[in-house]
């Protein structure tokens, strides 16, 4: 048995469990997804220092990994059911390989979700990860907002910059955002899926991302900032790594929206005006030299 087999089949292939869904135990050279209903997916890559310290335990490296992909889908009103792994390592061993597998074993247990297949080949350290979603009522769309719409935030904004600063000085303790980002459930999505407009997870910096949504609406927003609200500081605005879901709602269901998830934020508006406008709790516009967070 070579080492990619050695591997794959002691640390990965025992978080693998075959279904109705996903009927194929990983072995072959594809996976296959038995679906009669459209599936969501999406794919993201973590590079080392890029996205995360090369040095980071590889536990937290596949959690992180997994749940930053796995975001994308539930920004979108679904919630992953399945996920492709593809591993690049230099030299991995059997001590980096049993955190990691812990990672992703834990990550299953706490979304419901299913390591499927993947890959696993030699090279500077990456992970790369395909996700794959069931919709429920409908898809949400960052293009879906309208003007008048109120701006949410699933909650508050600066922890993956608290969770990297903590990192940094050798406090692991949890719960860490960064280290560790915590997602909305099954439950909750499916419950808020039906008040949303438009959605996306903020993960480059609120403003970025929600500039996003604008783009793709053809609308612009104006937030505010308030004293005691959803920011420590102004940079939160712009920090990034924080997973939580940005999304827009028609103000009708401001109250269903409070009960469905009480650690929301409202934070604006969307207006026709295609531009952003963060005013502060004086009532002054804030300015930016940029947005968000930017690989390149």
């Not at 955002?177 to 480059?204: F, W």
Request: charged share 25%; hydrophobic share 35%; net charge negative.
């Amino acid at each position: 048995m070579n080492k990619e087999e050695y591997f794959l089949e002691k640390y990965l292939k025992p978080y693998t469990k075959v279904s109705a869904k996903f009927p194929l135990e990983i072995g072959d050279d594809s996976a296959i997804i038995s679906s009669p209903e459209d599936l969501l997916i999406s794919s993201d890559s973590s590079v080392a220092d890029v996205h995360f310290p090369s040095l980071l335990d590889s536990y937290y490296i596949a959690y992180r990994a997994i749940a930053i992909a796995a975001s994308d889908i539930i920004a979108m009103g679904a919630y992953p059911e399945g996920y492709l792994l593809n591993i690049t390592h230099p030299d991995p061993t059997d001590q980096w390989f049993e955190k990691f597998s812990l990672g992703i074993k834990d990550f299953n247990e706490d979304y419901g979700t299913n390591l499927i297949g993947g890959d696993l080949t030699k090279g500077e350290l990456n992970i790369s990860v395909t996700v794959f979603g069931k919709q429920f009522e409908k898809i949400i769309k960052r293009s879906g907002a309208k003007a008048g719409d109120d701006i949410y935030i699933s909650n508050v904004l600066g922890l993956g910059k608290q969770g990297y600063e903590k990192y940094k000085k050798q406090i692991l303790d949890l719960p860490n955002q960064y280290l560790k980002p915590k997602l909305l459930s099954v439950k909750t999505i499916k419950a808020l899926q039906p008040y949303m407009n438009s959605a996306i997870d903020v993960s480059d910096g609120l403003l970025l991302d929600l500039s996003r949504i604008c783009k793709q609406s053809k609308k612009g927003a104006v937030l505010n900032i308030l004293e005691e609200t959803y920011i420590n500081t102004i940079d939160d605005l712009v920090a990034g790594d924080d997973y939580v879901l940005l999304f827009t709602s028609n103000s009708k269901h401001s109250e269903s929206i409070r009960k469905t998830l009480p650690t929301s934020f409202l934070i604006g508006r969307i207006t026709e005006e295609e531009n952003i406008l963060v005013m502060d709790k004086e009532g002054k516009n804030v300015n930016f030299e940029k947005l968000g967070w930017d690989s390149f």
